[in-house]
Structures are given as C-alpha cells and as structure tokens.
C-alpha cells in the first residue's frame, strides 16, 4: 500500500512543478497576467517600489518568478517526502489565493463563466488531494516503543 501513496504522490506533484517551471520559462507572459487580475494595495506600494528599483523589475515579474519558485519547491519536496505536510499546508493557502483572484467565477456572466467555475472545482479538489497529503504526512507510525524497556 505505501507504493501506491508513493506512487499518487509523485503523480500529484507533477502537477506543481510543471506549472512553476511554466510560469519561470514564461516570466512575461505570467507577469502579465498577474498584471491585470492583482493590484498592488497602497499600503505596501513603497516598499514594492524598493523591491522594484533594487531589483530594475517590475512587481509581478517578481511575483510571477516567486510562485515559480515556490511550485517548484513545493512540488518537489511533496514528490520526495520532505516536508510534505508543511509544504501541503502552503499549496493549500496557494490554491486558495489563486482561485480567489484568478478563478473568479462569480464576477463573471452565466455563459462565459463555466470555464472559470471548471478550474474552480478543479482547484478545490487540489485542495482537497492537499489535505489528505497534509493528513497523511510521512506515512503510518510504527506503534512499537523507540526503546527496550
């Protein structure tokens, strides 16, 4: 049976690295986009402007190479069980970040959104796969004591 938890895992982190490496080959494109779903709020604006002299780019090109970045990561540490649960537990505030500004089905008309609604539901069910890793762990507890008593 662990083979197959193994097996589903590696399977499931395909998923994550594949989109990050996309997002990491396609800087612009994804940058664009962030671009036009996500404003800056005025609060963190000066300091996104630092980031941005520092750096000579612009915000969401910073964040399109940080979400990435984090898929990447995150995918490979769920793929080799490093972490999982820790890592399970961010992709799950990542899933839900992004359908909220990216899957935003309920802002659009009834014939146009089925598309959206579709990753919606794509996406919770994601959520759901990342509960179960992040419930799961590393595997069953051996239930024998660490020492001889």
């Keep these: 049976m662990p083979a197959f938890f193994t097996f589903g895992r590696v399977l499931f982190a395909v998923l994550f690295i594949y989109t990050g ?3 990491l080959f396609g800087i612009q ?3 664009d986009f962030i ?3 996500v ?3 005025t609060l963190i604006a000066p300091y996104t ?3 941005e002299t520092m750096t000579g780019m612009s915000t969401p090109q910073l964040l399109a190479m940080s979400v990435g970045g984090f898929e990447i990561i995150a995918g ?4 080799v069980n490093f972490g999982a649960r820790f890592f399970a537990i961010l992709l ?6 992004t359908t909220f500004y ?3 089905f309920w802002n659009q008309a009834s014939p146009e959104n089925d598309k959206t609604l579709i990753e919606a539901l794509k996406n919770l069910s994601i959520i759901g796969a990342l509960f179960m890793i992040a419930g799961y762990g590393r595997g069953p507890r051996s239930s024998e004591p660490a020492y001889d008593v």
Excluded at 76 to 79: D, E, N, S
Aim: hydrophobic share 55%.
């Design 21 to 23: 490496a996309t997002k």
């Design 29 to 31: 494109q994804t940058a």
């Design 35 to 37: 671009a036009s779903k």
């Design 39 to 41: 404003t800056i709020p």
């Design 49 to 51: 402007s630092q980031l």
């Design 76 to 79: 490979l540490m769920i793929a």
């Design 92 to 97: 799950i505030f990542f899933v839900l970040t």
């Design 102 to 104: 990216f899957h935003d």
